[in-house]
């Protein structure tokens, strides 16, 4: 190993020195995680920690039966330190000792004069007499000159290969930490993850406890009311029967006197029925028909790839890996569909429904219907059953015609819709009980509505101007009402679309608040960030793949896909979060004219066919 310069060495130094000592390694131990320390240092440490932890990674590591010492020794490591000690060991000994370099090996009083050509080594006077004399030969220093090119040259490539390596060697460092900081992360975010899951878990469980005591109240205070109405009567008839057998005994003039008393008492209770039991309704408890809360996934994300040293020539690279793989899908590739289940029919009875539009689905598997038509809202289970119905009433009992549904954190559902003369943000419950009340600006457009959970902000399409000058914008409200942004009347923040949205119809928003807004009229869907600014646009007016057709209903999947009822085309569409067309989720032979989508929790899409009046959910789409 050529004498390395001071930065190289230096570097190398670096790499070769124990983080718990910060001297080059000493009989250097391999830890499972792939961190190496000094043999002496992991035993020190072990004395104090148990169990032993990684000093860097933190990670547990158990011990062979003989301790440090049977963990994997690094003999690389081992050398490199013992060869980096010679080389600084010789460095300072050429420095204390005077050079004898020029003297002759075999004549060690003699110095070097000449240089032999024909044997390629410097000899003295001596040896030049004895056994060079016939040779050709130059001078030590023109012979060290033509020398010096060829091994500058194979200097200046070993340094340069050190260098590579060097770089390697503090990528893989910058690695290593940056690993280290993403899984701390990933650890944070799975603890909170889970802490606001059982924080929601322990809500409802004191909920239905909560239920739970107030009915076993109740059916507590219907026997002992019961208990009260019959020991009173008990008491009655028991005094009269023990007054008549007391006067029995007395005498039979006594007796004579108070057989009407007891006449009239035993026949009050002699047409009085007996007793029935009391009527008590235990509550029971079952639990919900749905998979087991998802706490979230951990996903695989790809790295940029290591530097590698310099490939000697001729290498090639054999293959490569990509991230994501999807097996044999290709792109606009149109896929088998899956099992489908269609909900409804025309009509207004239970179960059926005039223009149904806007729909969403529950954490718990529900799914809500705006019967626009019948002017009510309808909830059916995703295995098709129903489960209830409520009008979409105001506070002043005035029917609503309901456009689009959403669900807020609380599970509280918000309905956009609107009366002959106004319109309206109705909260309500899942009983259909009104909560809150905004008024919107009459503008005889539909509406879209979302809900931003992260910043849990309620968001409202709203279309300005006049036919053919119409302009989108988006009402931004706080659940409770207060204004997000003073103005004069509304407690409302209003966000402008730009880039020409015209006339926005339905709305979502992913995990980090950005908005997906459909638009009507240009036919294409709209993404800005969380206070309004244009990210970019996809779609556009066709019939091919990407392109769309009057889009309404928009919501987006557990990947972040983001899915579109293509109702002018009778499909429904996905396409991932760039705006990139990934597949036909429906085509017009499943559907008539799809209007609002909504993804369920267990992975089932639910879309509603504003043609054919009914729903539609896909099992595993």
């Given amino acids: 190993m050529a004498s390395a310069p001071s930065s190289l060495r230096t570097q190398l130094m670096e790499e070769l020195t124990c983080s718990i000592c910060l001297e080059l390694f000493t009989r250097p131990k391999e830890l499972p995680c792939g961190h190496t320390f000094c043999q002496d240092c992991l035993k020190d440490l072990a004395e104090v920690q148990v169990p032993l932890q990684c000093p860097c990674c933190r990670r547990q590591v158990r011990l062979p039966p003989q301790g440090v010492a049977g963990l994997l020794d690094s003999h690389i490591i081992a050398n490199m330190c013992e060869r980096l000690r010679q080389q600084t060991s010789l460095s300072g000994e050429t420095r204390k000792q005077p050079q004898s370099g020029n003297r002759c090996s075999s004549h060690p009083s003699e110095e070097f004069k000449v240089y032999c050509k024909q044997c390629r080594i410097p000899v003295c006077d001596q040896c030049l007499e004895e056994a060079h004399d ?74 239905l406890l909560s239920k739970v005591v107030e009915n076993q109240r109740e059916n507590l205070d219907r026997i002992q009311n019961e208990r009260d109405r019959v020991l009173a009567d008990l008491n009655e008839l028991s005094a009269a029967c023990d007054r008549a057998e007391q006067n029995l005994k007395q005498g039979w003039v006594e007796f004579l006197s108070q057989q009407t008393a007891l006449t009239e008492v035993v026949r009050k209770y002699r047409g009085k029925a007996a007793p029935t039991p009391v009527q008590t309704q235990p509550a029971a408890f079952q639990p919900t028909d749905t998979p087991v809360p998802v706490l979230g ?36 590739e149109r896929q088998p569909q899956n099992s489908k289940l269609t909900i409804g029919g025309p009509g207004s009875g239970t179960g059926q429904f ?70 309206f943000a109705v909260q309500y419950n899942k009983q259909g009980k009104v909560l809150k ?17 992260r910043r849990n902000l309620i968001l409202v399409t709203q279309t300005t101007g006049s036919l053919g000058h119409t302009h989108g914008e988006v009402l931004v409200f706080r659940p409770r009402g207060t204004p997000v942004f003073k103005q004069a009347k509304n407690p409302v923040k209003t966000v402008r679309l730009q880039q020409g949205m015209k006339l926005p119809r339905n709305i979502t928003v992913d995990k980090v608040g950005n908005m997906f807004v459909t638009d009507w009229d240009n036919h294409c869907v709209y993404v800005y960030n969380e206070d309004g600014q244009f990210l970019f646009k996809f779609g556009g007016e066709g019939r091919g793949e990407g392109q769309l057709q009057w889009p309404s209903g928009i919501c987006t999947d557990r990947e972040d896909n983001i899915i579109v009822a293509d109702s002018g ?53």
């Fill in 354 to 423: 005039d223009y149904p539009l806007g729909v969403a689905v529950s954490d718990e598997g529900e799914i809500y219907v705006a019967d626009r038509g019948n002017q009510r809202i309808q909830v059916f289970t995703l295995q098709g059953a129903f489960v209830r119905q409520f009008r979409t009433a105001l506070p002043c009992g005035q029917k609503m015609s309901p456009q689009e549904v959403a669900l807020d954190g609380e599970r509280k559902l918000w309905v956009v819709g609107g009366t002959p003369s106004a319109e």
């Fill in 437 to 453: 009340t905004f008024d919107l600006q009459k503008t005889g457009w539909d509406r879209g509505v979302a809900v931003d959970t």
């Fill in 134 to 207: 016939d040779h050709r030969t130059t001078t030590i220093k023109k012979a060290a000159q033509e020398r010096s090119l060829t091994v500058q040259a194979l200097i200046n490539e070993g340094r340069s290969i050190l260098e590579s390596y060097l770089s390697f060697l503090r990528s893989l460092r910058e690695e290593e930490k940056m690993l280290n900081e993403k899984k701390q992360q990933t650890d944070k975010n799975i603890i909170q993850a889970y802490n606001q899951m059982v924080k929601k878990l322990t809500e409802k469980k004191d909920h």
């Fill in 569 to 621: 085309n009778r499909r429904v569409e996905m396409f991932d979060k760039t705006g990139r067309f990934l597949k036909h989720v429906t085509t017009e032979t499943d559907i008539g004219q799809p209007q609002g989508v909504a993804m369920a929790t267990q992975g089932q899409l639910v879309v509603t066919d504003y043609e054919k009046n009914s729903i539609i959910v896909f099992q595993n789409f």
């Fill in 297 to 332: 996934q951990v996903t695989v994300q790809s790295l940029p790839s290591t530097p590698t040293p310099a490939a000697p020539a001729t290498s090639n690279v054999a293959g490569r890996v990509t991230g994501h793989h999807h097996g044999n899908k290709r792109q606009g």
